[in-house]
């Protein structure tokens, strides 16, 4: 099994790369690398602490977001249609390795 990288912008416009681990979820990923996503509702797509921004192709290549992100995210701080998404809902998948993940704004 192989790790993928992530390149992330946090809400200071700072980048870095960290390690994606298979078992990971997008938001496991970052909460372990010391991001400050908040995951209030631990990753089962019941708050938007955990927003971000990807890549509008990436985001397209995702599939579309279940009813329950899609609600969550239209009412959450900078939601962008073509970029949003939770990251408790983006599995890790080795063709994601080296993607830009922006951290959305945090919520107030």
Do not use: K, Y
Request: negative net charge; glycine residues 8%; hydrophobic residues 35%.
């Amino acid at each position: 099994m192989s790790n993928n990288t992530l390149n992330v912008i946090d809400r200071d416009g700072q980048r870095q790369a960290v390690e994606w681990e298979p078992e990971q979820s997008l938001m496991e990923a970052l909460r372990d690398n010391d991001l400050p996503v908040l995951a209030s509702c631990g990753g089962t797509a019941s708050c938007a602490t955990c927003h971000v921004f990807l890549d509008g192709d990436i985001v397209a290549s995702l599939g579309e977001r279940s009813e329950d992100e899609a609600e969550l995210l239209v009412d959450a701080e900078g939601f962008r249609e073509d970029c949003s998404r939770l990251s408790c809902q983006v599995g890790f998948e080795e063709r994601l390795d080296g993607i830009t993940v922006t951290l959305a704004p945090e919520e107030d």
